[in-house]
């Protein structure tokens, strides 16, 4: 049974809007972060945003900064990214992934800190 299931991705034009979603377990989903990175092919796993699962505090690369959202609903032991403003170099495979580490400063956006991980899905920005 997966942990953690990613849905959402698209292609859109730049400008667009995109929101994508991640179920997971509530055991997973129980961990002190969860957060969305994203990959492109030849290039390393980077993180786009954080929330610390307790408090709702987030962190953001200073590439999504004022694009991009992150939130959780706790009910639904799930978390969500929704993205605007999308510009072609967005295109990536965007992962959803839980971990326990968590500091003073907020969530990580270290993937060695994370030790769940979803498929993944693809977004697609075109110009």
């Known amino acids: 049974q997966a942990q953690l299931v990613e849905s959402g991705g698209s292609s859109v034009q730049a400008g667009g809007s995109l929101r994508l979603s991640c179920a997971a377990a509530?055991?997973?989903?129980?961990?002190?972060?969860m957060g969305w990175f994203r990959q492109v092919p030849g290039k390393e796993r980077e993180g786009v945003a954080t929330?610390?699962?307790?408090?709702?505090?987030?962190t953001y690369a200073d590439s999504v900064k004022g694009r991009f959202t992150i939130s959780q609903d706790k009910v639904e032991n799930a978390i969500y990214l929704q993205m605007s403003s999308l510009k072609p170099e967005d295109t990536a495979i965007y992962y959803c992934?839980?971990?326990?580490?968590?500091?003073?400063?907020?969530?990580?956006?270290?993937?060695?800190?994370?030790?769940?991980w979803g498929q993944g899905t693809q977004v697609t920005v075109s110009s």
């Open positions: 929330i610390v699962t307790r408090d709702d505090s987030t």
């Open positions: 992934a839980a971990g326990a580490w968590v500091t003073w400063k907020g969530c990580t956006m270290s993937q060695s800190d994370y030790n769940n």
């Open positions: 509530g055991y997973v989903y129980g961990q002190n972060c």
